[in-house]
């Protein structure tokens, strides 16, 4: 089991940067597959980026590619998603997730993560 909590979400303009982090208590947490997922008003959950246990792979969604920067530091049970160059599309509330049993190719379901936190809000004023 561990508990996940967001922080870090706020109004900001375009063209912004921000960085969110996430909290886990539990000490499996350095064994999980960890994942940022949003969900936007009307919209569908969605897998926004991902990074192995130990950090060597990290994936991310083709609308963040080169702009966001997922990162995780097992000493202190934190992952971290560096936004930069904030557009307008990217406002959502940003959800941190865990992954118990990952497959290769699972980092892009959203049924795959096992826990989530509440999530933090993320706006973008254009």
């Known amino acids: 089991q561990v508990q996940l909590v967001e922080s870090g979400g706020g109004l900001v303009q375009a063209g912004d940067s921000l960085r969110l982090s996430c909290a886990a208590s539990?000490?499996?947490?350095?064994?999980?597959?960890m994942g940022w997922l949003r969900q936007a008003p009307g919209k569908e959950r969605e897998f926004v980026a991902a990074i192995e246990w130990n950090g060597d792979r990290t994936y991310y969604a083709d609308s963040v590619e080169g702009r966001f920067t997922i990162s995780r530091d097992n000493a202190k049970n934190a992952v971290y998603l560096q936004m930069n160059s904030l557009k307008p599309e990217d406002t959502a509330v940003y959800y941190c997730?865990?992954?118990?049993?990952?497959?290769?190719?699972?980092?892009?379901?959203?049924?795959?993560?096992?826990?989530w936190g509440q999530g933090t809000q993320v706006t973008v004023s254009s």
């Open positions: 539990g000490r499996t947490f350095s064994r999980y597959r």
């Open positions: 997730a865990a992954d118990r049993a990952p497959s290769f190719s699972s980092y892009g379901r959203v049924s795959s993560y096992d826990y």
